[in-house]
């Protein structure tokens, strides 16, 4: 006998999770489907972002910083330590009791919005009934909507398969129970970046090999040149324009043939190696072809602005479809899908997705960049504050960076912010809003601000675009 839903979720991430609930808020009879285990084999929901993505990694950035806190920036508050210690075994004890506190969260959520949890892998099974049958391990259900958010997997270097032991991906890097003497990274993108800054913060030697000439290229590069200061200047070795060669691993660590940017043959010798260089789309054991789902060239499956695969009534989030693979995207999409399947009208403004690199100094922006603006030959004006400035920047102690807004040059309205520096991460939500709302920098330079504080930076450098700033 078949159990019957309204909407069924495959997959337990932000996409999925978000999208159930927000289904069951609406009226329906919502089933959610996800396969990911805990150390014990009991479900752990959240998928990526809470197990082995957003959370546990901003877990050990927030241990790792008190440690180089206390390590190096202490002494200038008149703070003396002595006999400071680093125990890894905690640390990473910690971030696995924050990432239970969300799994357990979401199971709680669940139960409060009378979801049906099913814990194994979802599969297409036939078209049946109008709707769809997926089978978890011997259970069958029918679905009349089906959510897709089976999210995304990290990507291995050809050749070189994860072995989590030496060479990691994202889970093995969360896991790592030593400081290592020497880490090498490939890839200088979001994970490299953070990932490299907890365990060169923690002591270890990091070299990380990027494969482009530019750092950072999807950053405004004015932002992403200053960051690359701070990066350089705390002692992150970042090699650009490399070509990786040949890996081996053997008992001694990891060997890595590369040619650097002049074409010269060069060897790194690691103890561990984290490959982080992307992630591809996850539909392994969903059916897709069992019911003519179609994926595009990437395997990510094909949908429209609407988050609609090519199958009626059948709906794709996240990862797994095409934009950022972010987890603040994939909720948005989630939301709006079931807003949709209720006959309602949900959107997710692509524009004004902001995006957030934890490292110190913080990376954050909203809209288009510098460059992309010139390139598309848009008349706008610009604005920086540097955060040197900003007198709640001096009493925290940490004045690198600063907030860079962009606007049009004619209507004044607000295209792009790009923050390096303290808190960027939560600077970021007020320019979010006012671009949501269309605002004007105008807008933002005569809103009065709490003093003293960092947000009036950005108010600062909304003056800038106007040339009046005050404090600068
Ligand atoms: P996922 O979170 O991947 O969830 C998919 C779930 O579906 C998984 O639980 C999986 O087991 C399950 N599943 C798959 N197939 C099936 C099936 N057939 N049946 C049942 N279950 C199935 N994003 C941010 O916005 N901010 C961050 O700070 C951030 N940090 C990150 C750090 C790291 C190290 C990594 C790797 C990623 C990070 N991300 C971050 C990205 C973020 O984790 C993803 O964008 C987000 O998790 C995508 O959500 P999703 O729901 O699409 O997929
Ligand atoms: P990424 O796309 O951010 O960076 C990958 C980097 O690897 C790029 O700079 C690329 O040029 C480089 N690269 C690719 N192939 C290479 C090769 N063969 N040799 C050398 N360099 C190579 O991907 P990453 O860091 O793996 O993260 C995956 C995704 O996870 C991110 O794009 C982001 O969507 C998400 N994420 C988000 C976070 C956040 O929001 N703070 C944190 C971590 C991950």
């Known amino acids: 006998m078949s159990k019957n839903f309204d909407v069924i979720v495959i997959g337990g991430g932000p996409g999925?999770?978000?999208?159930?609930?927000?289904?069951?808020?609406?009226?329906?009879?919502?089933?959610?489907?996800?396969?990911w285990k805990n150390a014990k084999g009991g479900p752990a929901l959240g998928g990526t972002c809470t197990n082995v993505g957003c959370i546990p990694s901003k877990a050990l950035l927030q241990s790792s910083e008190h440690y180089d806190q206390a390590s190096h920036h202490f002494a200038d508050h008149g703070i003396s330590v002595s006999g400071l210690?680093?125990?890894?075994?905690?640390?990473?004890?910690?971030?696995?009791?924050?990432?239970?506190?969300?799994?357990?969260?979401?199971?709680?959520?669940?139960?409060?919005?009378?979801?049906?949890?099913?814990?194994?892998?979802?599969?297409?099974?036939?078209?049946?009934?109008?709707?769809?049958?997926?089978?978890?391990?011997?259970?069958?259900?029918?679905?009349?909507?089906?959510?897709?958010?089976?999210?995304?997997?990290?990507?291995?270097?050809?050749?070189?398969?994860?072995?989590?032991?030496l060479v990691l991906s994202n889970d093995g890097a969360l896991r790592v129970g030593a400081v290592p003497k020497k880490l090498g990274l490939i890839g200088?993108?979001?994970?490299?970046?953070?990932?490299?800054?907890?365990?060169?913060?923690?002591?270890?030697?990091?070299?990380?090999?990027?494969?482009?000439?530019?750092?950072?290229?999807?950053?405004?590069?004015?932002?992403?040149?200053e960051a690359k200061k701070a990066f350089d200047k705390q002692g992150l070795k970042i090699n650009l324009g490399v070509k990786v060669g040949e890996i081996k691993t053997g008992k001694k660590g990891v060997n890595i043939a590369y040619t650097d940017a002049k074409g010269e043959a060069q060897l790194l010798d690691v103890d561990k190696l984290i490959v982080s260089i992307g992630r591809v789309p996850n539909t392994i054991g969903l059916g897709a072809e069992v019911v003519g789902l179609a994926l595009d060239e990437r395997g990510a499956i094909t949908v429209d602005g609407d988050c609609k695969t090519n199958l009626p009534n059948v709906w794709a989030v996240g990862d797994v479809v095409r934009g950022p693979m972010l987890a603040h995207k994939a909720e948005e999409e989630g939301v709006a899908v079931a807003e949709r399947i209720a006959g309602q009208h949900g959107h997710v403004n692509f524009n004004t997705v902001p995006w957030v690199i934890y490292t110190n100094p913080e990376i954050a922006w909203v809209g288009q960049t510098e460059q992309q603006l010139k390139g598309a030959g848009r008349a706008y004006k610009a604005g920086t504050f540097p955060f040197l400035a900003n007198g709640r920047a001096r009493a925290l102690g940490d004045t690198t960076g600063m907030v860079k807004m962009l606007a049009d040059a004619a209507t004044d309205e607000i295209l792009g912010v790009h923050i390096v520096g303290p808190q960027a991460s939560e600077l970021i939500a007020e320019?979010?809003?006012?671009?949501?709302?269309?605002?004007?920098?105008?807008?933002?330079?005569?809103?009065?601000?709490?003093?003293?504080?960092?947000?009036?930076?950005?108010k600062e450098a909304a003056l800038a675009v106007d040339k009046r700033t005050l404090n600068f």
């Open 16 to 35: 999925g999770y978000i999208a159930a609930i927000r289904a069951a808020q609406l009226g329906f009879n919502v089933a959610c489907i996800d396969e």
């Open 85 to 165: 210690e680093m125990d890894v075994g905690r640390m990473i004890a910690r971030k696995d009791i924050v990432v239970k506190q969300n799994n357990d969260g979401i199971q709680y959520l669940f139960k409060k919005n009378k979801i049906t949890f099913f814990h194994g892998r979802g599969t297409f099974a036939a078209a049946k009934d109008g709707g769809y049958e997926i089978t978890v391990g011997e259970e069958s259900l029918v679905g009349k909507h089906i959510v897709i958010a089976t999210g995304s997997n990290a990507r291995a270097l050809p050749g070189t398969p994860f072995d989590e032991e």
């Open 188 to 225: 200088s993108g979001v994970i490299g970046l953070e990932m490299g800054s907890v365990w060169r913060r923690l002591g270890a030697e990091v070299t990380i090999l990027e494969g482009l000439p530019t750092f950072l290229g999807a950053v405004d590069e004015q932002i992403a040149k």
């Open 431 to 458: 320019c979010v809003m006012a671009m949501e709302f269309r605002a004007s920098a105008e807008d933002i330079a005569r809103i009065c601000h709490a003093h003293p504080s960092l947000s009036e930076s950005t």
